[in-house]
């Protein structure tokens, strides 16, 4: 009988009753927030550093684009009148009256301090409705000049952002950049001969988001060196690469080697580049000082050439590297005459070549 009775009355009740659900705050897409300048609790070397690194966290959140964001300023004039507090430290109950006020569903505040050499930040966000600290993000750093990158790890991260996944970002976006760098090193140069001396590396690279193209060398020196290339990438950190060079020993008047390489270029991060590089000899020359030349048949081996160089972007301007090659091409008995003689054990030449330098960039629009 009971169970009939509530069977008949559910409709009924069911027409006068309604369930309001409302989703989690940090579930839905778009919330309306507002950042309340950050409290000093002592110097830090910058004037108004609240206000500033309020700021910076603004111009970022916005650029995020995950938050709904409330100009800062117009907030402040908000609490002024309100008389509520603006340093920063702002309680549960503040949290919420700001809210129905101003119509924001989270606040952001936090503070700046500085012990010893560190400089502190730590940053909070507040749900309006209840009062509860919603995430919470702290940054440090031992450079002044580096806090307003570290407010951007900051706000990035109360977007959910890690600074790992805000680096990779930061790595892809360098790429969209092109670069005209041109530098110069010091190389040490030697073959199997026995010879070996100093030389002066240059080279010109273009880079942008779709590759590079360079051409370096070895212009003065008893070993020269001239090479071009250029690398596709095929993702946000490593590309294809090939070059083509050629390299004359000049120390002894005996030979030249041609060269194709093909190889990868990787970047790790947009300030690390690391490249491998192998390839046979299209061909080469042997000759005298009384000008008796040998052309010197192909040397396919694969890895009878090879270049290795690291690369680090010390500055946006200035990108250091060290570079390797070896340059190879044998057995070609066969292609010089039998009374002829030449300095090159088994019938080899062979050259290596290292050098460290610079490369200054120019930003390229």
Same mark, same amino acid.
């Given at each position: 009988?009971?169970?009939?009775?509530?069977? @008949?009355?559910?409709?009924?009740?069911?027409?006068?009753?309604?369930?309001?659900?409302?989703?989690?705050?940090?579930?839905?897409?778009?919330?309306?927030?507002?950042?309340?300048?950050?409290?000093?609790?002592?110097?830090?070397?910058?004037?108004?550093?609240?206000?500033?690194?309020?700021?910076?966290?603004?111009?970022?959140?916005?650029?995020?684009?995950?938050?709904?964001?409330?100009?800062?300023?117009?907030?402040?004039?908000?609490?002024?009148?309100?008389?509520?507090?603006?340093?920063?430290?702002?309680?549960?109950?503040?949290?919420?009256?700001?809210?129905?006020? =101003?119509?924001?569903?989270?606040?952001?505040?936090?503070?700046?301090?500085?012990?010893?050499?560190?400089?502190?930040?730590?940053?909070?966000?507040?749900?309006?409705?209840?009062?509860?600290?919603?995430?919470?993000?702290?940054?440090?750093?031992?450079?002044?000049?580096?806090?307003? @990158?570290?407010?951007?790890?900051?706000?990035?991260?109360?977007?959910?952002?890690?600074?790992?996944?805000?680096?990779?970002?930061?790595?892809?976006?360098?790429?969209?950049?092109? @670069?005209?760098?041109?530098?110069?090193?010091?190389?040490?140069?030697?073959?199997?001969?026995?010879?070996?001396?100093?030389?002066?590396?240059?080279?010109?690279? =273009?880079?942008?988001?779709?590759?590079?193209?360079?051409?370096?060398?070895?212009?003065?020196?008893?070993?020269?060196?001239?090479?071009?290339?250029?690398?596709?990438?095929?993702?946000?950190?490593?590309?294809?690469?090939?070059?083509?060079?050629?390299?004359?020993?000049?120390?002894?008047?005996?030979?030249?080697?041609?060269?194709?390489?093909?190889?990868?270029?990787?970047?790790? @991060?947009?300030?690390?580049?690391?490249?491998?590089?192998?390839?046979?000899?299209?061909?080469?020359?042997?000759?005298?000082?009384?000008?008796?030349?040998?052309?010197?048949?192909?040397?396919?081996?694969?890895?009878?050439?090879?270049?290795?160089?690291?690369? =680090?972007?010390?500055?946006?301007?200035?990108?250091?590297?060290?570079?390797?090659?070896?340059?190879?091409?044998?057995?070609?008995?066969?292609?010089?005459?039998?009374?002829?003689?030449?300095?090159?054990?088994?019938?080899?030449?062979?050259?290596?070549?290292?050098?460290?330098?610079?490369?200054?960039?120019?930003?390229?629009?």
């Amino acid at each position: 009988m009971q169970y009939e009775v509530l069977l @008949r009355m559910g409709p009924l009740l069911l027409s006068h009753c309604s369930i309001n659900y409302r989703r989690p705050l940090l579930a839905q897409e778009d919330i309306d927030i507002a950042v309340v300048e950050f409290e000093e609790k002592n110097g830090i070397g910058l004037e108004n550093a609240g206000r500033i690194v309020a700021e910076w966290t603004v111009t970022e959140l916005k650029r995020v684009g995950k938050y709904r964001i409330q100009e800062r300023l117009l907030l402040n004039r908000v609490l002024e009148e309100q008389q509520l507090m603006l340093s920063g430290v702002i309680d549960s109950d503040q949290a919420v009256e700001i809210g129905e006020l =101003y119509g924001v569903d989270a606040l952001v505040t936090g503070s700046v301090m500085q012990v010893g050499a560190t400089i502190s930040v730590t940053g909070r966000m507040i749900n309006v409705r209840n009062g509860e600290v919603l995430k919470t993000a702290s940054i440090s750093t031992t450079e002044l000049s580096e806090l307003e @990158r570290e407010i951007v790890i900051l706000a990035n991260a109360l977007c959910d952002i890690s600074r790992n996944q805000w680096e990779v970002r930061e790595d892809i976006a360098r790429k969209d950049i092109g @670069r005209l760098e041109v530098g110069a090193g010091l190389g040490y140069l030697w073959d199997n001969a026995g010879y070996s001396g100093l030389a002066v590396q240059t080279m010109v690279r =273009y880079r942008d988001s779709w590759g590079q193209l360079w051409v370096d060398g070895v212009p003065l020196g008893g070993i020269l060196n001239l090479e071009g290339g250029a690398a596709f990438n095929l993702g946000p950190f490593w590309a294809l690469a090939v070059s083509y060079g050629l390299v004359s020993d000049n120390l002894v008047d005996y030979a030249s080697s041609t060269y194709l390489n093909f190889g990868v270029i990787a970047n790790p @991060r947009s300030n690390i580049e690391l490249g491998i590089m192998l390839g046979p000899s299209p061909g080469g020359t042997l000759w005298t000082e009384d000008n008796w030349e040998v052309e010197l048949s192909p040397d396919w081996n694969p890895i009878a050439n090879y270049s290795l160089w690291a690369g =680090y972007q010390m500055q946006d301007d200035l990108f250091l590297f060290v570079k390797f090659a070896g340059t190879e091409i044998g057995g070609f008995q066969e292609d010089v005459p039998e009374n002829y003689w030449h300095p090159f054990g088994d019938y080899e030449f062979i050259t290596g070549r290292l050098s460290i330098g610079g490369l200054y960039s120019f930003a390229v629009e």
